[in-house]
């Protein structure tokens, strides 16, 4: 059974940091390409950054740095090093493969972030 359990979310002022974290289960994770995504209210999920099963790390926020991605195949763990966080960043974050359509669309609870003062 494919699972994907976030965790690291969080109420956080603008200018700060949170690194989230995603355990995977129920698949072959070094075979996966790995993916952040997030959701608001209204709002299509989008993707925020990959990684490959080579390990290169993509962000696709415009501003060089702010996220970085990185994963363990021996632990099955995918992470998002979030920085310089703004209140448009406030979403639910999930992990989940890419495209995730490979994996029948399971999707885990995800994790909130908040960035507000």
């Known amino acids: 059974q494919v699972q994907f359990v976030e965790s690291g979310g969080g109420l956080v002022q603008p200018g700060g940091s949170l690194r989230l974290s995603c355990v995977a289960s129920?698949?072959?994770?070094?075979?996966?390409?790995m993916g952040w995504y997030r959701q608001t209210p209204g709002k299509l999920r989008e993707l925020v950054a990959f990684i490959t099963t080579d390990g290169v790390a993509n962000s696709l926020d415009p501003e060089k740095g702010r996220f970085t991605i990185s994963r363990d195949d021996v632990r099955n763990l995918v992470w998002l090093q979030m920085n310089s966080l703004k209140p448009d960043d406030t979403a639910v974050y999930y992990c989940?493969?890419?495209?995730?359509?490979?994996?029948?669309?399971?999707w885990g609870q995800g994790t909130q972030v908040t960035v507000s003062s």
């Open positions: 989940n493969v890419i495209p995730p359509s490979r994996l029948g669309n399971y």
């Open positions: 129920g698949f072959t994770f070094s075979d996966y390409k």
